[in-house]
């Protein structure tokens, strides 16, 4: 799925950063007592654009509706393990691994990056403190944070940005009379109505359809590994002329 972070790029998130960024110097230059207060507003307020942004870009929480419709109907076809099928794969292996170790790197980095951040603060906070002078103490703190804001905007994309495998393939799912839903780990699901605009690629060999729907708009591929792999096409055919004929009906 997408990322749930804030994307420093987007130019609405970066001028609310700027905003909290010339407001908590001011605090901490002139009102230094309240900076807990201002603290907590801050983190409730970034809590908030950021559940915002994941619900907007993570299809399991923005189309729950048809997720719901999807699970609820009646199922055609299902396959409760095939993970046996993904391990033999070795190009699908060799990717989920380096998405996980990529992934590693980025939690790895970030950590070090809070740990020095916490040990400069410290040092530019006792240089602050000890002018009595409020500017002086503002032109500091804005600087410090402007620092901060600047190194994570040019290597957000090389450090911290989190990874997604651009093709999502779930231990199990089920093909049901409204589309398909997975599970095992990599939850994904694709809707009937946008099946019909997917492109399916079959794969005898490693016994998997790949559906990369135009229409969902979602970020990822789905790939559907089956032990009958030819069954699994005539129920994704059988779905497509269920919701053909029910739009043609409607």
Same mark, same amino acid.
């Given at each position: 799925m997408s990322s749930t972070t804030p994307n420093p790029y987007n130019?609405?998130?970066?001028?609310?950063?700027?905003?909290?960024?010339?407001?908590?110097?001011?605090?901490?230059?002139?009102?230094?007592?309240?900076?807990?207060?201002?603290?907590?507003?801050y983190f409730?307020?970034?809590?908030?654009?950021?559940?915002s942004m #994941?619900?907007?870009?993570?299809?399991?929480?923005?189309?729950?509706?048809?997720?719901?419709?999807?699970?609820?109907?009646? #199922?055609?076809?299902?396959?409760?393990?095939a993970n046996e099928l993904i391990t033999k794969d070795q190009d699908y292996q060799r990717e989920y691994m380096q998405f996980a170790k990529k992934n590693m790197?980025?939690?790895?980095?970030?950590?070090?990056?809070?740990?020095?951040?916490?040990?400069?603060?410290?040092?530019?906070?006792?240089?602050? #403190?000890?002018? #009595?002078?409020?500017?002086?103490?503002?032109?500091v703190y804005l600087a410090y944070f402007e620092v901060i804001y600047l190194f994570g905007f040019f290597?957000?994309?090389?450090?911290?940005?989190?990874?997604?495998?651009?093709?999502m393939a779930p231990l199990s799912y089920k093909v049901t009379e409204?589309?398909?839903?997975?599970?095992?780990?990599?939850s994904v699901f694709l809707h009937a109505k946008h099946l019909?605009?997917?492109n399916m690629v079959l794969n005898r060999e490693k016994k998997y359809v790949e559906i990369d729907s135009t229409s969902a708009k979602y970020p990822y591929k789905i790939r559907?590994?089956?032990k009958d792999v030819d069954k699994l096409v005539e129920m994704l055919e059988r779905v497509k002329r269920l919701e053909l004929k029910r739009q043609s009906s409607s």
């Open positions: 130019w609405k998130f970066a001028a609310i950063s700027q905003g909290y960024l010339i407001v908590i110097s001011i605090i901490l230059g002139f009102y230094p007592k309240y900076f807990l207060e201002a603290f907590i507003s409730i307020i970034i809590m908030a654009i950021t559940f #994941t619900y907007k870009s993570n299809p399991m929480l923005r189309d729950r509706k048809l997720m719901l419709e999807v699970a609820n109907s009646g #199922t055609l076809y299902e396959e409760k393990n790197m980025m939690l790895f980095s970030y950590l070090i990056y809070i740990v020095v951040l916490f040990f400069v603060y410290n040092y530019v906070s006792k240089l602050a #403190t000890a002018q #009595t002078d409020p500017y002086y103490r503002l032109g290597v957000y994309r090389r450090l911290f940005r989190p990874s997604m495998m651009s093709t409204k589309g398909i839903i997975g599970s095992g780990g990599m019909l605009n997917s559907l590994y089956a």
